[in-house]
């Protein structure tokens, strides 16, 4: 839907926890001119090589943006050179090393003027503009994942009518696939999302539409079959923005958090959860674990705010709403801590959010984007109450650089009983999550990841302690 017309209709129609954190407005960290207007999607990775996370963001009738980090959360507007001085109705971003050059790329999807952009990293955070390699068609999401196994990858558009997949052939060139991978269906797609429900190792699809969400199995080799009536069924009328996913309950296994809006009357605006019982078969949760909401979602984002090791929630509305801070008691149960955790500042028209370390002091910091406002840049401040032991004295890992395998040696007594194992990326983005009980040693399966730089980090309730390692390829 078009976004000045959604608008339109939408104006007409006590938890125990280790550490407590407050956000603070680092909006002036920001670049004031790259920041206003209508900023639909934001996307983070290293882009020129430094080692911070940088920002891309996709702008609805505007120029796309990127933002160079200067390591301490300080941003700087690179985009001239870089992205060409066009004006299309961009809404949502893929980052992914296209070429095989070793430098992030970038694909933005745009919806009314149906012209996606396609930028190749040259090195360093230098692009070139190849959109000329997109077809043109009417899109509002897009992901980049290795759909056939061949290593290169590949690009799912989520559309107004039927989705699509493109093949790469490992130079940057893609080869539309639909008609052999993907079921012929013609929704209103806002949202696709990578994730493996029926842990088989692949990647399924959790599809976010505007009247009817889908659940699509892989089988294996990038063809998905639409099994959403025995899997995600539901009699509830409701109309979905994004989706996003983590193990909310502790099982092991990615459950499913649909945001939620009403754009028309009849629309159920709950947001929703649905707990995965390790199949890929759902179960809807939410009258039971989310408190209740009558706010247009665009955006949620899972992260651990309050250092318990258990996923909450950062939730985003419009209309001038605060977001919302939900805290997991661990049982996937959410309760509302907003207003401990966020200064007025964080409300407006919000319609993206993103949690990343943006000024490398170890915290969770949230960037939001707005529609019709400027964004907002917020630094956490987290008083720990756990100990934060060296590194040295905590736990060894071997060998570093890895591969497929990272050995992982427990050498505090303060690590001991149920250790949580976390990897991240330079972004602060959570790769890998598990527990540990009563081990000294652990095998840590890498095979997932990407060449690049991890931290590893493990934590009790009363100790912490974090190392970097590298992926070779």
Same mark, same amino acid.
């Given at each position: 839907?078009?976004?000045?017309?959604?608008?339109?209709?939408?104006?007409?129609?006590?938890?125990?926890?280790?550490?407590?954190?407050?956000?603070?407005?680092?909006?002036?960290?920001?670049?004031?001119?790259?920041?206003?207007?209508?900023?639909?999607?934001?996307?983070?990775?290293?882009?020129?090589?430094?080692?911070?996370?940088?920002?891309?963001?996709?702008?609805?009738?505007?120029?796309?943006?990127?933002?160079?980090?200067?390591?301490?959360?300080?941003?700087?507007?690179?985009?001239?050179?870089?992205?060409?001085?066009?004006?299309?109705?961009?809404?949502?971003?893929?980052?992914?090393?296209?070429?095989?050059?070793?430098?992030?790329?970038?694909?933005?999807?745009?919806?009314?003027?149906?012209?996606?952009?396609?930028?190749?990293?040259?090195?360093?955070?230098?692009?070139?503009?190849?959109?000329?390699?997109?077809?043109?068609?009417?899109?509002?999401?897009?992901?980049?994942?290795?759909?056939?196994?061949?290593?290169?990858?590949?690009?799912?558009? &989520?559309? @107004?009518? $039927?989705?699509?997949?493109?093949?790469?052939? +490992? !130079?940057? *060139?893609? %080869? /539309?696939? =639909?008609? #052999?991978?993907?079921?012929?269906?013609?929704?209103?797609?806002?949202?696709?999302?990578?994730?493996?429900?029926?842990?088989?190792?692949?990647?399924?699809?959790?599809?976010?539409?505007?009247?009817?969400?889908?659940?699509?199995?892989?089988?294996?080799?990038?063809?998905?079959?639409?099994?959403?009536?025995?899997?995600?069924?539901?009699?509830?009328?409701?109309?979905?923005?994004?989706?996003?996913?983590?193990?909310?309950?502790?099982?092991?296994?990615?459950?499913?958090?649909?945001?939620?809006?009403?754009?028309?009357? &009849?629309? @159920?605006? $709950?947001?929703?959860?649905?707990?995965?019982? +390790? !199949?890929? *078969?759902? %179960? /809807?949760? =939410?009258? #039971?674990?989310?408190?209740?909401?009558?706010?247009?979602?665009?955006?949620?984002?899972?992260?651990?705010?309050?250092?318990?090791?258990?996923?909450?929630?950062?939730?985003?509305?419009?209309?001038?709403?605060?977001?919302?801070?939900?805290?997991?008691?661990?049982?996937?149960?959410?309760?509302?801590?907003?207003?401990?955790?966020?200064?007025?500042?964080?409300?407006?028209?919000?319609?993206?959010?993103?949690?990343?370390?943006?000024?490398?002091?170890?915290?969770?910091?949230?960037?939001?984007?707005?529609?019709?406002? &400027?964004?907002?840049?917020?630094?956490?401040?987290?008083?720990?109450?756990?100990?934060?032991?060296?590194?040295?004295?905590?736990?060894?890992?071997?060998?570093?650089?890895?591969?497929?395998?990272?050995?992982?040696?427990?050498?505090?007594?303060?690590?001991?009983?149920?250790?949580?194992?976390?990897?991240?990326?330079?972004?602060?983005?959570?790769?890998?999550?598990?527990?540990?009980?009563?081990?000294?040693?652990?095998?840590?399966?890498?095979?997932?990841?990407?060449?690049?730089?991890?931290?590893?980090?493990?934590?009790?309730?009363?100790?912490?302690?974090?190392?970097?390692?590298?992926?070779?390829?």
């Amino acid at each position: 839907m078009n976004k000045a017309n959604l608008f339109l209709c939408l104006l007409l129609g006590n938890v125990s926890v280790f550490s407590q954190t407050v956000f603070s407005n680092a909006t002036s960290h920001l670049p004031p001119g790259a920041i206003g207007g209508n900023t639909m999607d934001i996307e983070v990775a290293d882009f020129n090589g430094d080692g911070y996370p940088d920002i891309v963001l996709a702008k609805e009738w505007q120029r796309n943006r990127i933002l160079f980090n200067d390591g301490a959360g300080n941003f700087t507007d690179a985009t001239i050179g870089r992205f060409t001085d066009v004006n299309h109705d961009s809404e949502d971003i893929a980052i992914a090393d296209f070429d095989g050059n070793g430098w992030l790329d970038v694909v933005f999807a745009s919806e009314d003027d149906s012209t996606h952009e396609f930028y190749l990293n040259t090195g360093s955070g230098n692009f070139t503009d190849v959109s000329s390699r997109l077809p043109q068609f009417v899109s509002n999401a897009v992901v980049a994942v290795d759909i056939n196994g061949d290593t290169y990858i590949d690009l799912i558009f &989520g559309n @107004d009518g $039927q989705n699509r997949i493109f093949i790469n052939d +490992g !130079t940057g *060139h893609f %080869t /539309d696939e =639909t008609n #052999t991978r993907m079921p012929l269906i013609n929704d209103v797609t806002q949202d696709i999302l990578l994730v493996d429900v029926d842990n088989d190792g692949d990647w399924d699809l959790a599809v976010g539409n505007e009247d009817g969400n889908r659940l699509l199995i892989n089988d294996g080799t990038g063809v998905f079959t639409d099994e959403t009536a025995t899997r995600l069924a539901t009699t509830i009328n409701m109309e979905s923005r994004k989706v996003s996913k983590a193990d909310v309950n502790g099982d092991g296994y990615d459950d499913l958090f649909f945001s939620n809006m009403a754009s028309v009357v &009849g629309k @159920d605006i $709950q947001d929703r959860l649905y707990l995965n019982d +390790g !199949t890929g *078969h759902f %179960t /809807d949760v =939410t009258n #039971t674990k989310l408190p209740p909401d009558g706010k247009h979602t665009f955006d949620a984002v899972f992260t651990d705010f309050n250092g318990d090791s258990k996923p909450d929630l950062t939730v985003v509305y419009t209309l001038n709403e605060m977001p919302s801070v939900l805290l997991n008691d661990g049982t996937g149960a959410f309760i509302d801590h907003t207003s401990s955790y966020l200064p007025i500042e964080t409300a407006g028209n919000n319609i993206a959010v993103y949690v990343a370390d943006f000024n490398n002091d170890g915290k969770d910091d949230i960037y939001i984007g707005r529609f019709q406002q &400027g964004d907002g840049m917020f630094f956490s401040e987290m008083t720990m109450s756990v100990q934060q032991i060296e590194k040295n004295n905590a736990f060894s890992i071997y060998p570093n650089s890895t591969k497929n395998t990272l050995n992982v040696n427990l050498e505090s007594d303060c690590l001991s009983g149920t250790v949580q194992l976390t990897v991240s990326d330079i972004t602060g983005k959570t790769i890998i999550a598990q527990n540990s009980l009563n081990k000294k040693q652990v095998v840590l399966s890498t095979e997932t990841l990407t060449s690049g730089t991890y931290i590893l980090t493990l934590s009790t309730p009363h100790c912490k302690a974090s190392r970097k390692f590298i992926i070779k390829s």
